[in-house]
């Protein structure tokens, strides 16, 4: 045991872990700078790059000139040496992509849904059905996978017996064991693993390795879709918790949500309800399509590009819901006060820029003082695909704080405890 009662498995661990992470980030770096940057000793970082080499995860990227002495060679982490498929469950598709460990998409495929349709043997089928055609486009072995994020509406709760299972009020999903239905009959051997979680925090967790949360140290990734929800990240909470924000009461015996309740945030400001209230209101919505379809049609409506008259009724509606987020966001600025406020889902990328002047107006205007004057509020940078990426982030931050390993089968039967005491006696 080392002395703060870490073996010594978990130190090389956590160093590889730490190299691993400063190469992904910052990378390529030399040798001689990843010292500084990780804190390790050069004969630390020296053993832990050799260690990676040798697995493959870490390759050399050319070289740099020092300071009157032979080049410095440069390393990286190897985008080859492993790839994770993300799967975004939205409002009207599932999107199945997979990415190599840079990240780069190597392949894509959707599977539309019927409009409020989320009947959970078709989502099941058409998870397993896209990872089947991803994996078959890129010519890659399913063992080849470090796993499988997925981002659902919801909460997901953890259970030892049946693996994430999924509380999905608003879709119409009760205690769905969402994992075990996924294994049963998967297409994937039983070492890779399924990393199942909320939309919206895999959204944040996109924006803040990737996007626009780099660098915060406490902020808040608001998913605008058919309804609304939020992930909150602070250093106590670093990958991320989703937060069901869109199911504050914001009005007493007001409008009910599809949750069921009367009053909450997401029957005022969703793209679903948005839409509802327009047409209640007289509006032309269009029918027979899609929500994104019927926004982009409500936007044209309400700002016209050719320089006819906005529909006033589109107009009001939007504004009404401008400031119904923003009032909503001024919740969120008092309880958590946040750095960054970053708005991102298929609606709010819609909206965009047009929309979030208005709500950062309303939202500074009911947030208190002095949280108010420390916030930023932007859109998020990573376009439609972010909660797709953030999943696909899962399994790859589990793999980092692994230190690069994939995890071990369980094996039929335990190892002798002399094994595990001398794999970890640290030389004296």
Do not use: K
């Not at 769905?176 to 009959?185: I, K």
């Not at 939309?199 to 915060?216: D, K, N, P, V, Y």
């Not at 969703?270 to 839409?275: H, I, P, Q, T, V």
């Not at 027979?288 to 049609?297: N, Q, S, V």
Request: with cysteine.
């Amino acid at each position: 045991m080392a002395g703060n009662g870490r073996t010594v498995r978990d130190l090389r661990r956590a160093n590889r872990t730490v190299v691993l992470q400063r190469l992904y980030f910052d990378g390529p770096l030399s040798r001689f700078e990843l010292g500084p940057s990780t804190g390790l000793s050069s004969g630390s970082v020296s053993n832990v790059v050799a260690d990676l080499i040798a697995d493959g995860l870490v390759e050399e990227a050319g070289s740099v000139d020092s300071d009157g002495g032979r080049p410095r060679t440069l390393l990286r982490v190897a985008p080859t040496s492993g790839h994770m498929i993300g799967v975004d469950v939205g409002e009207t598709r599932v999107r199945i992509e997979l990415f190599d460990l840079a990240l780069t998409e190597l392949a894509r495929t959707e599977r539309p849904l019927e409009q409020q349709r989320y009947e959970v043997e078709v989502i099941v089928d058409h998870i397993r059905s896209g990872i089947d055609e991803v994996l078959a486009a890129a010519d890659l072995a399913p063992e080849r996978l470090l796993g499988v994020g997925i981002g659902v509406p919801g909460i997901v709760e953890r259970t030892a017996d049946r693996g994430a299972v999924v509380h999905g009020q608003t879709i119409g999903w009760d205690a769905v064991p969402l994992e075990s239905l996924l294994r049963d009959g998967s297409p994937l051997p039983d070492g890779v693993p399924y990393f199942i979680d909320n939309g919206a925090r895999t959204l944040g967790q996109a924006e803040m390795w990737f996007g626009a949360g780099r660098g915060a140290g406490n902020a808040l990734v608001v998913l605008f879709g058919s309804g609304v929800g939020a992930s909150l990240v602070t250093p106590e909470v670093r990958h991320g918790r989703a937060v069901e924000w869109g199911h504050l009461t914001v009005r007493v015996r007001g409008r009910r949500c599809r949750c069921g309740a009367l009053g909450c945030l997401e029957a005022y400001a969703g793209a679903e309800s948005l839409l509802a209230r327009w047409r209640e209101e007289g509006g032309r919505v269009p029918e027979d399509t899609d929500e994104e379809t019927a926004l982009t049609a409500m936007l044209a409506a309400a700002y016209p590009a050719d320089g006819a008259d906005a529909d006033p009724v589109a107009l009001a509606v939007l504004e009404e819901t401008a400031e119904y987020l923003g009032a909503g966001l001024s919740d969120l600025i008092n309880l958590f006060q946040p750095e960054r406020i970053l708005m991102g889902g298929w609606a709010g990328l819609q909206l965009g820029s047009r929309f979030l002047p208005a709500v950062r107006r309303h939202a500074l205007s009911y947030a208190l003082r002095h949280p108010a004057e420390r916030v930023t509020i932007e859109l998020g940078r990573l376009g439609p695909d972010a909660v797709t990426v953030g999943a696909a982030i899962l399994p790859l931050a589990d793999f980092f704080d692994r230190g690069g390993r994939r995890p071990d089968p369980d094996p039929a039967l335990p190892a002798p405890a002399w094994r595990e005491a001398l794999r970890d006696r640290v030389p004296r």
